[in-house]
T-cell receptor, first 113, second 113 residues
Framework: ETGVTQSPTHLIKTRGQQVTLRCSSQSGHNTVSWYQQALGQGPQFIFQYYREEENGRGNFPPRFSGLQFPNYSSELNVNALELDDSALYLC????????????FGSGTRLTVV | QQQVKQSPQSLIVQKGGISIINCAYENTAFDYFPWYQQFPGKGPALLIAIRPDVSEKKEGRFTISFNKSAKQFSLHIMDSQPGDSATYFCAASMEASGSRLTFGEGTQLTVNP
């Protein structure tokens, strides 16, 4: 059984650019959530996807968007990158929507310069 | 909006000692309170969790104490070991919000040999 896999592990982008982060959920997990973790802070909920539709969103602007694919993998897209977007982006999957058994990936470290 | 407050920010304990981390929450609708452990370069991993219908839960050396009236919960690590050195996050969630996790700010625990 594989866990949650995220790619890339590290990424450096320039302010104003766009970025796409990818997540392969744990086998059989159909719900995916994305979190942003700034250095020295707790993770902040960005949004959640269930059955390929956004199902809940945190306090993030529309330039943060996502997708979930039929195989339950997911993408996080961020447009018009700002310096404050520099953070660890975590993907978490769970077996059943509304279930609390989240498994987190190791994250993508995004640096915006 | 800080809904889960965690203290202390950092904690140093001697091997064999007891580590205690505290959290307080505001939203009485929260119905699930997990603790996560995070090592450098890794995503958070679920350590132990409690629901508000019990006042204490113990798993091995880890115990959660829960005080519903005070809206507080704490993690106790008995017989702390150097391998326990990590960042610990409390969190809270409610089924009505799709189980999104609201995290505390984290506690960096160092266990000296």
């Amino acid at each position: 059984e594989t866990g949650v896999t995220q790619s890339p592990t590290h990424l450096i982008k320039t302010r104003g650019q766009q970025v796409t982060l990818r997540c392969s959920s744990q086998s059989g997990h159909n719900t995916v959530s994305w979190y942003q973790q700034a250095l020295g802070q707790g993770p902040q909920f960005i949004f959640q996807y269930y059955r390929e539709e956004e199902n809940g969103r945190g306090n993030f602007p529309p330039r943060f968007s996502g997708l979930q694919f039929p195989n339950y993998s997911s993408e996080l897209n961020v447009n018009a990158l700002e310096l404050d977007d520099s953070a660890l982006y975590l993907c978490a999957s769970s077996l059943v929507h509304g279930n609390y058994g989240y498994t987190f990936g190791s994250g993508t470290r995004l640096t915006v310069v | 909006q800080q809904q889960v407050k965690q203290s202390p920010q950092s904690l140093i304990v001697q091997k064999g000692g007891i580590s205690i981390i505290n959290c307080a929450y505001e939203n009485t609708a929260f119905d699930y309170f997990p603790w996560y452990q995070q090592f450098p370069g890794k995503g958070p991993a679920l350590l132990i969790a409690i629901r508000p219908d019990v006042s204490e839960k113990k798993e091995g050396r880890f115990t959660i104490s829960f005080n519903k009236s005070a809206k507080q919960f704490s993690l106790h690590i008995m017989d702390s070991q150097p391998g326990d050195s990590a960042t610990y996050f409390c969190a809270a969630s409610m089924e009505a919000s799709g189980s999104r996790l609201t995290f505390g700010e984290g506690t960096q625990l160092t266990v000296n040999p």
